[in-house]
């Protein structure tokens, strides 16, 4: 039970995980991961279409940043080739799955997401980025800063979901 609960609050430590990218710029007051994974869910739930398994979309919008308790939030500026953080992100998982209930589960809609392939982990990844893209426009609005960078990345994967228009 020990292992559990140690495997458990680990996970937790993503409530106290800032935004790397945000912090970057200067945002004061930043996000952290678990924040932006609960904005990726509410969005999931919010706007889930017909033909896409809401619940299995959803556990991928949790669970999709989990591996970033213990290796960081990477982002593009830090210069990781992407095989890389993925194969760092696949090893975490590995190591912090093992003691919990349903790990392999876990670690199997991870890489579901990160493939893209199916309805769900595509709509997931939209959900991903169009939360990224609504928290720069919350951003531009309490700050002068120009968070145009984050929401053309946002907009080339919301792009064609019918969703485009929530970020200008």
């Known amino acids: ?3 559990l609960r140690t495997a ?3 996970a937790l430590e993503l409530k106290r995980l800032p935004r790397s990218g945000w912090l970057r710029v200067g945002v004061q007051d930043v996000e952290s991961v678990a924040a932006h994974s609960w904005g990726a869910a509410w969005l999931v739930a919010a706007l889930c279409p017909d033909g896409v398994d809401r619940g299995r ?3 991928m919008a949790v669970i999709h940043d989990l591996a970033e308790v213990r290796i ?8 990781v080739p992407e095989e890389e953080k993925m194969a760092m992100e696949g090893a975490a998982l590995d190591a ?6 349903h790990g392999s589960r876990i670690r199997d809609l991870w890489a579901e997401f990160e493939a893209g ?6 709509f997931a990844r939209v959900c991903d980025k169009l939360d990224m893209g609504l928290q720069a426009l919350a951003y531009s609005a309490e700050s002068e800063e120009d968070f145009e ?8 994967v919301v792009k064609g979901s019918g969703f485009t228009d929530l970020l200008r």
């Open 8 to 10: 458990l609050l680990e």
């Open 57 to 59: 979309a959803l556990e």
């Open 117 to 122: 392939e199916t309805p769900e982990a595509r």
């Open 149 to 156: 960078e984050w929401l053309v990345s946002a907009r080339a």
């Open 72 to 79: 960081g939030d990477i982002t593009p500026a830090d210069g």
């Open 96 to 101: 912090m799955l093992h003691s919990i209930p």
């Open 1 to 3: 039970m020990d292992e």
